[in-house]
């Protein structure tokens, strides 16, 4: 009887450390990534007790909300610098694969900090968190902090889009949405970026101001980091920008 022959199949190959899009984790995957959240849960915990201790007269309540706020806003200035450093030195490269347990825990965090300022400052009602104030000489209420309100809007319209980002930030979303859509929505994290700016912003620099109806309190010392963290991720972003269109030019690529 002849021998059947078998056919060996033909492994297909694929650069080294590089995965097909939408294609699941491997299990050594899975353990990696599940170390990627331990390590940036550990982060975020880290911050939130470091910018607790630094502000030791402030109330427990608002030193507390503060505290998570500022977590939240270094795990998206971290999350965001990996690609414009990635692309200005290849050597970051393979630090990429934590902006997702980045983002997914800077949305998080964010979102306790919201629920944290919502019970306890807005209590939530939705014009204090307005900027609406009782004022029981006047017997009604009134608009004390103009920029108040809009700021939280601004700061809630953040949130919302990086909960959308964190909800998406899986293998199984981009397999629905499609490679293309997904990354068009996760470029989107550059306008929460911005939008946090303007709500961190207006708290460090002109809600805490000389006004006529409560006391000023010490500057926070947050106020310089914040400007030049800011700053440098925005030149990051710049710097990455003319790199990638110089390369472009060069490599005579028509507009």
Known sequence: MAKRMKRRSTPTWRPAGRR???????????????????????????????????????????????????????????????????????????????????????????????????????????????G????????????????????????ATALAFALVLAATSSDRALRLLGAPAWKWLHHGARFVFYLTLLHVGYFLFVHYTLSFHKDVPPPDWFRLPFVISGAALMGLQIAAFIKTAGKRSRQGVPA
């Open 132 to 155: 609406y104030e009782m004022v029981p000489q006047l017997g009604r209420e009134v608009r004390l902090e103009p920029g108040f309100g809009l700021a939280n809007v601004v700061g």
């Open 20 to 130: 097909p899009v939408g294609e699941p984790l491997a299990a050594p995957n899975r353990h990696r990534a599940l170390m990627r959240h331990l390590v940036t849960a550990g982060i975020a915990g880290a911050a939130v007790v470091g910018f607790w201790a630094s502000r030791p007269t402030w109330s427990p309540e608002m030193r507390l909300w503060k505290a998570v706020g500022d977590a939240a806003l270094v795990l998206l200035l971290l999350a965001l610098a990996l690609g414009p450093l990635a692309r200005l030195d290849r050597r970051f490269t393979r630090w990429l694969a934590w902006r997702r347990q980045l983002g997914i825990w800077f949305a998080l965090v964010a979102l306790a900090h919201g629920l944290l300022v919502v019970h306890g400052w807005a209590r939530w009602s939705l014009r204090r968190f307005l």
